[in-house]
């Protein structure tokens, strides 16, 4: 099954830095998403970006999509030690429905 | 709203016995998930439903898992013999039929079986 992978598995940096996190998938897709987990918490969906669109902004958050090379890249601006989590892009294939997550960068954001 | 519930939040179980894992989805929500987290395989689908009916089970790794949704409010997910492998985390999402594709997570059932 198609599936994203998250580069790096874990990034460290510090209060005020940017964090960037990079996302890569197999198949042709709808839309494709970012969910942030906190330890010990279910998934909390941050945005979807879909095939059609290139670049997508919220908040301190940017997300870009480039299908011709199946990649999205995560960017979170000015980090919090709040925005130490987990996250996971998520692709929904030909379903449209379900989600095929990848394993998930850590991110570690220190004062 | 109070969110997708699941219980238990936490279960310890012998191998072999049966545990079952509950989830009330999000009210007015057509699609429920259930999926499984390891530190090894990471996040899987396991099992989705559409307004009740089981539309895709080729997560479910083996017969000891079913499934069962018998109303709109309420789903479980059934192991039975359990076994050490099965320990994980398990969660339950749902998601509207229109409108954005995001899926609302339950806090998951942390599952340990010795």
């Known amino acids: 099954s198609q599936q994203g992978e998250e580069d790096p598995q874990a990034l460290s940096i510090q209060e005020g830095e940017n964090a960037t996190m990079n996302c890569s998938y197999k198949?042709?897709?709808?839309?494709l998403q970012w969910y942030r987990q906190n330890s010990g918490r279910g998934l909390v969906h941050l945005i979807l970006i879909r095939s059609n669109e290139r670049e997508k902004h919220s908040g301190r958050l940017r997300v870009t999509l480039d299908t011709s090379k199946k990649s999205s890249s995560l960017l979170i601006t000015a980090s919090r030690a709040a925005d130490t989590a987990s996250y996971f892009c998520?692709?929904?294939?030909?379903?449209?429905?379900?989600?095929?997550f990848g394993k998930g960068t850590s991110l570690l954001v220190t004062p | 709203d109070a969110g997708v519930i699941q219980s238990p939040r936490h279960e310890v179980t012998e191998m072999g016995q049966e545990v079952t894992l509950r989830c009330k989805p999000i009210s007015g929500h057509d699609y429920l998930f259930w999926y499984r987290q390891t530190m090894m395989r990471g996040l899987e689908l396991l099992i989705y439903f559409n307004n009740n009916v089981p539309i895709d089970d080729s997560g479910m790794p083996e017969d000891r898992f079913s499934a069962k949704m018998p109303n709109a409010s309420f789903s479980t997910l059934k192991i039975q013999p359990s076994e050490p492998r099965d320990s994980a985390v398990y969660f339950c999402?749902?998601?509207?039929?229109?409108?954005?594709?995001?899926?609302?997570f339950g806090p998951g059932t942390r599952l340990t079986v010795t």
């Open positions: 998520a692709t929904d294939g030909n379903s449209g429905y379900a989600l095929n």
């Open positions: 198949t042709s897709i709808n839309n």
């Open positions: 999402a749902s998601r509207s039929g229109t409108g954005l594709r995001e899926q609302y």
